[in-house]
């Protein structure tokens, strides 16, 4: 059975909640006031509803919607595992009272990955969307901007090498055996081991390419023969071990049944990784058709974006377009790897319907740039576009690209960086640790685009003129730092500019206080 929320608790826990309240952080009572919207909790609760067909009425009491909601948001928050989420919430009462738990068991672990995986993608995208909306409606964003980037989110595999692939397969095809051979009671011959030999040639392999020239080419493909003809043996075993699986009486023919559908999808695999080792080693064929660059990540693109650190990077492209105040509006994981100049449009679509408004001043880098994108966007209604075109050597587009709307929008596009570095290096976007394609995606909608808030104070201002300034000072530093970036299966992502803000703002009061000398003592400090 489902639940939206724990009971009403008792007056200790009232009177105790009150005292915890004030050791908050700022930005809990900010998510706090975001979370009481009903429809944020109602998605979650859909979304528990539908793990099985009689959840609603049936089974034991789930988690309540609010708690799962608030947990899975500290946990990318914090960027903590399930195991540190637990151990910290049980201990800590402050974690307990944003959370609304109080004295009420804390889930396991194991529940919690159960719950983010019922809230999956589509639950977060209806999140992500309710946050847009009160964004809107608390004019933080009026989609006069837009600004759009790609970038690589890479699954969680090591460097592809072709002997390393050999190596993992011969591991889980001779492991899957042995298990075959343990649940059917014993199999007519038994399944042999050929991992010592398999590990040699692949260290074997290492060591020949340390060796330059054509003596140290003769030795590693004479290694890689070695290699192939283990992995074959591998494979004819798993042929024969599937046979004999076939022929099993029916009661321990269903004991195996998964194991051999794993079996076959794994050789499979294989083969295709020793038809592209052949390609590429013996004939020299580097661009080989439906690349495998891992085995347990089959959906994994080779992604070259030109940095000279990181030529290759392996995963997914995602795109992140922001409105002011810095807050993503739409994103999107793509199956296949589209050029960045097909996407410009369909952002430009994405943000008219989640806004309601074409943006007045689109910003994107080069790689988005098309004489067509251009004339389109400006159909659309997009008064100005400020996406340079590197390859030109018009004189009049040099003019055009050096006006200085054109270079404003290009400062502001470089924002875009900062927050794709803040998304990766803070809160986990560089590597998806979710297995499959699916994953991938639940995994990008958290600590990217789950769900963007935005959420500033309105108090009265001052009604002097130099109250005035100081109050939109203020407030712009209020908006800045309670700007929250929220995602999800429950994350959050807080963007805050707190102390930059009080620097400013103390800088500005001593220094019409007290001059510009002690302004200057102050800059040294």
Known sequence: MIQLRHQQRSVWEGLFAEEVAELWEPWMRVVDELLEDEELV???????????????FRG???????????????KHVRNWSYETLEREVRANVVYRSFCRIGMEKVPDAKTLVRLGQAIGAETVRELHDRIVALARQRHIIQGRKMRVDTTVVESNIHYPTDSGLLNDGARVLTRTMKKIEQKAGGLKRKVRDRMRSVTKRVIAIGQALRHKGTEGELKRKQEYRQLLRLTRQILNDSRRVLQEADALPTHRRRRVRGLGERLEAMADQVRAVVRQTKARVFAGLTQFPDKLVSLFEPHTEIIRKGKAGKPNEFGKLVELQEAENQIITHFEVYEER???????LAAV??????????PG????????????????????????????????????RRRWEKQRWFKQGQKWRTGCEGRISVVKRRHGLTRSRYHGLHGMRRWEHRPVSGTTACVSSTDGRPSSPEGKRAGNSLNQIRENRLCLCMSFSGSAILHRKVARGRALSYRRSVSSSFGKSHRKDLTRC
Do not use: C
């Open 42 to 56: 109602d998605a979650v609760y859909d979304a528990q509803g539908k793990r099985h067909p009689q959840s609603r």
């Open 60 to 74: 034991r009491q789930q988690t309540p919607a609010e708690v799962a909601l608030r947990m899975l948001i500290l």
């Open 338 to 344: 589209p050029s960045d100049r097909y996407l410009l």
């Open 349 to 358: 679509e994405a943000h008219r319907r989640k806004l309601g408004r074409v």
């Open 361 to 396: 001043w689109v910003a994107a880098d080069a790689g988005f740039y098309s004489r067509a994108n251009e004339e389109a966007a400006q159909t659309l209604g997009v008064k100005y576009v400020s996406i340079p075109n590197r390859s030109t050597r018009s004189e009049d």
